[in-house]
């Protein structure tokens, strides 16, 4: 079995900087991608930024220039820096890891996401 848990979420105010990690454990083979989710409520769970096996990485537009994203392979850890939060950041956000626990066995597993609020 594969366990995602997140961390680093809180209350901040707009215009703040905060920082969310995940971490990812158990039987792991290989990861070939990690990737940070937000829902809102009342809207779809969409991608905030994601980065594969060779460290490409993809950013939604509403974050390009003020998030980054970072993977520690080594210990299978993802990070999110957001930075100039704004209001409508705020959201839970959940860290999603593309993971073959064999050789030819895969599945995708999300942790239980942290809360992130960005006070206006």
């Known amino acids: 079995q594969v366990q995602v848990v997140e961390s680093g979420g809180g209350l901040v105010q707009a215009g703040g900087s905060l920082s969310v990690s995940c971490s990812v454990s158990?039987?792991?083979?290989?990861?070939?991608?990690m990737g940070w989710y937000r829902q809102a409520p009342g809207k779809q769970r969409e991608l905030v930024a994601s980065?594969?096996?060779?460290?490409?990485?993809n950013y939604a537009d509403s974050v390009k220039g003020r998030f980054t994203i970072s993977r520690d392979s080594a210990n299978n850890a993802l990070y999110l820096q957001m930075n100039s939060l704004k209001f409508e950041d705020t959201a839970v956000y959940y860290c999603?890891?593309?993971?073959?626990?064999?050789?030819?066995?895969?599945?995708?597993?999300w942790g239980q996401g942290t809360q992130v609020t960005v006070s206006s």
């Open positions: 980065v594969n096996s060779g460290r490409g990485t």
């Open positions: 999603n890891a593309y993971v073959y626990t064999t050789r030819s066995t895969w599945n995708e597993y």
């Open positions: 158990g039987t792991i083979f290989y990861i070939v991608s």
